[in-house]
């Protein structure tokens, strides 16, 4: 099992960098680079790339729609170049405050659009001229659209790579379809290892019955916040807010992704009590209804042995991938917890 970990720059972004290569030694695996409407990622993960020597970097996630699908292709390979072939692009749909209120993009056909963004990027990378008849793009741009001067290129520089690992993050069930088809990872968010096989296990059955072979088996990567220890347990408090927000904050009735997850995971009435508070402002209100067995089960928080059956019920899950949040008070106590979980997932 891989450990990775979110990048978390709020003491400073040069300073958490240099911080990296302690994390290395210690055992972790790959590093994933946020991108909502910050810095973006792209930048930071450069910066990364030339700092670190074996550690994975990943982007979690670029959104589909704020690149067109050929520059994704050009900057994930341009990603693998700088890194020496450590880059894994992270694909996601994000959501519609995002891209249409940051980007000013229509949020339409995110399934469609994914696969289509898949297709054209590898065939970037295997330097195919583009050409592609889609639904929602199409490349060259045809002469109805446009001046009729476009000519179907390839791209110049030879990819370290002709095939670089596709993760893409999907908790709807077409989308986990989709994603267990077609990308060597998914990424799902508040992952229950004791819910997942009822919530998604027939669309991972479905897309992984139409999987190419040469894509090897998914990667699955759970998220989870890692703390060890007798006294540590108050630390669950920290993902009320967080995870209020999402069931009860991102989107709209009856357009939440996140607040359908929490209902199809079992607790339909607090998810819908959830957002009512939430859209109504009464946030402190809703976050103390988050279900305390969700803060539990999808975190690694608490005694030694609590974290090790955690990640044991994590493995038999079918995850391959912790990307954990490390919650110690110091650096140093944050290194730590990236060793003993490396030790714990061996």
């Known amino acids: 099992m891989r450990i990775g970990m979110a990048l978390n720059y709020s003491g400073g972004f040069k300073e958490t960098v240099a ?28 910066y990364i790339a030339a ?28 990603m693998d170049y700088v890194s020496g072939g450590r880059f894994t692009l992270g694909l996601g749909a994000s959501g519609p405050q995002v891209i249409e209120g940051f980007h000013g993009v229509p949020y339409t056909a995110p399934l469609g659009r994914t696969r289509e963004v898949i297709e054209i990027c590898r065939k970037v990378w295997r330097r195919e001229k583009v050409e592609y008849q889609g639904r929602h793009y199409t490349l060259p741009l045809p002469p109805d659209q446009g001046t009729g001067l476009g000519k179907p290129l390839k ?34 968010i508040f992952y229950m290892p004791e819910k997942a096989a009822d919530v ?30 007798d006294d540590v347990a108050g630390l669950l408090e920290m993902g009320r807010p967080i995870a209020a927000l999402y069931i009860g904050g991102m989107g709209a009735k ?13 607790y339909e009435k607090e998810a819908e009590r959830i957002q009512e508070l939430y859209l109504d402002g009464k946030k402190d209100e809703a976050a103390a209804l988050v279900p305390h067995e969700l803060l539990e089960k999808m975190s690694l928080i608490g005694s030694e042995g609590f974290v090790r059956d955690r990640v044991l019920a994590m493995k038999e899950s079918g995850v391959t991938t912790l990307n954990v949040a490390p919650l110690g008070r110091t650096h140093e106590e944050r290194v730590r917890l990236i060793e003993l979980i490396k030790d714990i997932a061996s």
Not at 26 to 46: C, K, N
Not at 204 to 220: M, S
Not at 254 to 266: C, E, Q
Request: aromatic share 8%; glycine share 10%.
């Open 200 to 229: 998604w296990g027939a669309s991972l059955a479905a897309g992984k019955a139409k999987r190419d072979p040469e894509l090897g088996e998914l990667d699955v990567i759970a998220q989870a916040s890692l703390a060890v220890g």
């Open 254 to 266: 009856g357009k939440n992704f996140y607040n359908d997850l929490a209902r199809r995971y079992g």
């Open 51 to 78: 700092r670190t020597e074996r550690l994975e970097i990943a982007s979690g996630i670029l959104p589909i729609y704020s690149r067109t699908p050929t520059l994704l292709a050009m900057t994930a390979a341009g």
């Open 155 to 188: 791209l110049i520089n030879h990819p370290v790579r002709p095939r670089i690992p596709v993760v893409v993050a999907a908790i709807g069930p077409k989308n986990v379809e989709l994603a267990a088809e077609l990308a060597e990872g998914w990424e799902p």
């Open 19 to 46: 911080e990296l290569a302690d994390y290395e030694k210690a055992g972790l695996d790959i590093i994933f680079v946020a991108e909502a409407y910050s810095f973006d990622a792209v930048s930071q993960m450069g």
